[in-house]
């Protein structure tokens, strides 16, 4: 069975300061891990992904995650907020195995606003 | 490269009515596409995986005759809601694997049908 937990459904950042979102996981397998952004009334955008290669994930519009085991976490930052990072974050795990990502679990969201 | 598209849009329908939604994987040929539905301010919930040629798996608590999946081709998925009720409204929006070069599968999404039945 895999899970993942959001921690914080609402995050409110000033422009040009640091983004962080926090995610936890479960899995029953090694997993696989994805942050999807959405805008309103848009499609789902993958911002990055962790497949078991590298725990420190580079993605996307300045994005990074880091896969921490130890912790059963994935937390998403950004350096600096820019105003189109306004935005609903989903925290996304697959525990598919033979390299398929079959069944994805979302997380609840993260809605994320940027003030000036 | 690894485009999927959804037509309609948006669609508004009453309530007894049945729409289909369509997907399409646009470069490229998907053996298995995902159905969601996500509802205002709310996360995405897998619905039923399509497979090319077989049956669709439903999730649990999914009626399978109310929402008919069809997987015809390998670039077309179809989701029929049948006789609509209001509580049927909702975002629907489908994926598509597609193999990378890695040999890995990768889900492309589409941009999603806003569905209001009144």
């Known amino acids: 069975a895999q899970s993942v937990t959001q921690l914080d459904s609402h995050v409110s950042v000033s422009e040009g300061t640091p983004v962080l979102l926090r995610c936890n996981y479960s899995?029953?397998?090694?997993?696989?891990l994805f942050w999807y952004v959405q805008h309103p009334n848009k499609g789902l955008q993958l911002l990055l992904k962790?497949?078991?290669?590298?725990?420190l994930v580079k993605g996307i519009n300045g994005f990074e995650a880091e896969f921490k085991k130890s912790e059963t976490s994935f937390h998403l930052t950004k350096p600096s907020a820019h105003m189109s990072d306004a935005a609903e974050y989903f925290c996304?795990?697959?525990?598919?195995?033979?390299?398929?990502?079959?069944?994805?679990?979302f997380g609840a969201g993260t809605q994320v606003v940027v003030t000036p | 490269g690894a485009v999927v598209s959804q037509h309609p849009s948006r669609v508004i329908c009453k309530s007894g009515t049945s729409v289909k939604i369509e997907c399409r994987s646009l470069d490229f040929q998907a053996t298995t596409m995902f159905w969601y539905r996500q509802f205002p301010k709310q996360s995405l919930m897998l619905m039923a995986t399509?497979?090319?040629?077989?049956?669709?798996?439903?999730e649990q608590g999914v009626e399978k005759d109310k929402f008919l999946i069809n997987h015809a081709s390998l670039t077309l998925s179809t989701l029929t809601v049948t006789s609509a009720h209001p509580e049927d409204s909702s975002f629907y929006i489908c994926s598509a694997d597609l193999e990378s070069t890695s040999g890995t599968y990768e889900q492309y999404f589409g941009p999603g049908t806003r569905l209001t039945v009144t």
């Open positions: 899995s029953s397998y090694s997993p696989s």
């Open positions: 996304v795990v697959s525990d598919s195995p033979g390299g398929s990502w079959g069944k994805l679990q």
């Open positions: 399509s497979n090319e040629g077989s049956k669709a798996t439903y």
């Open positions: 962790y497949t078991s290669a590298a725990t």
